[in-house]
């Protein structure tokens, strides 16, 4: 394996959805830096993808196929990674696709750096009617964790990442107990021991659409508060921040929770 090129697992969960697979697996054939492998994880009884994936592969495609008969998209990317023996590890959502310069800019930068344990990017948002609605993550420098406790989960999503599988094997995979807010609970445990970069460079496209994961604000708020108490409760040394700070960033969402509590009440059952 070339130094200068190493090599990069994609981690694709996917459950029956192969029109938005197929597109994004197509935007990963597209990038401009081509040492990489596609591990598409199938979470689910059905095996929709598989045909698709093996009919890639006879064409050539560096992919891989792994069926995980009872898993969400949590533990899915749990089981992308522990498959994966890449160097660098990036995630995909299915209804994602990224620019052909992703995984080229972002790998550069992370080898220029030994510090950085990851690095993220900026997306463009796209309706229904491929409608661009803004361009999420405008935010642009390091990412501590003072910043991540005090403005939130500021990485868009998982698509738009790319981390070292030293740093995943270090402080530990996705924790399942946070469907929604697994990725902010990663962050925080990565921005303890290396260095979290993110640029405001828009390569990733993002699709909205009626099928998406709905979130409700109840069940965001409930599991972020989840994620600080984790985090408070770790009896870990954290690099400036006190516990009194912490301490106050959870107080300070408890008033917010009665607000959420009630507005929730009206709204529509999905």
Request: hydrophobic share 35%.
């Amino acid at each position: 394996m070339n130094p200068r090129m190493p090599k990069v697992s994609i981690i694709i969960p996917t459950r029956d959805r192969t029109t938005y697979l197929k597109r994004a697996i197509k935007s990963v054939l597209a990038q401009t830096y081509r040492n990489y492998e596609i591990i598409v994880v199938q979470n689910g009884p059905v095996e929709h993808s598989k045909q698709l994936v093996q009919k890639m592969i006879r064409h050539g495609a560096p992919m891989r196929y792994v069926h995980k008969l009872k898993a969400d998209p949590v533990n899915a990317r749990n089981t992308g990674i522990r498959a994966s023996k890449s160097d660098y590890i990036a995630f995909l959502d299915d209804d994602d696709e990224w620019l052909p310069t992703k995984l080229e800019i972002q790998i550069h930068a992370l080898m220029k750096n030994a510090r950085l344990g990851l690095i993220a990017c900026s997306s463009i948002v796209l309706n229904q009617h491929h409608q661009n609605r803004n361009a999420r993550g405008h935010f642009q420098g390091r990412i501590s964790l003072k910043i991540l406790l005090t403005k939130g989960c500021i990485i868009p999503s998982l698509s738009n990442i790319l981390t070292r599988k030293t740093c995943l094997d270090r402080i530990g995979y996705f924790d399942a107990r946070f469907p929604i807010a697994n990725d902010y609970d990663l962050y925080l445990r990565m921005a303890q021991h290396y260095a979290l970069w993110m640029t405001s460079d828009p390569l990733v496209r993002s699709h909205q659409h009626k099928s998406n994961m709905t979130k409700k604000a109840s069940q965001v708020f409930t599991e972020t508060t989840g994620v600080l108490k984790k985090l408070r409760l770790s009896n870990t040394k954290l690099k400036g921040v006190s516990g009194p700070f912490l301490k106050s960033i959870i107080d300070k969402r408890q008033p917010l929770w009665s607000i959420i509590a009630t507005a929730s009440k009206g709204w529509p059952k999905t």
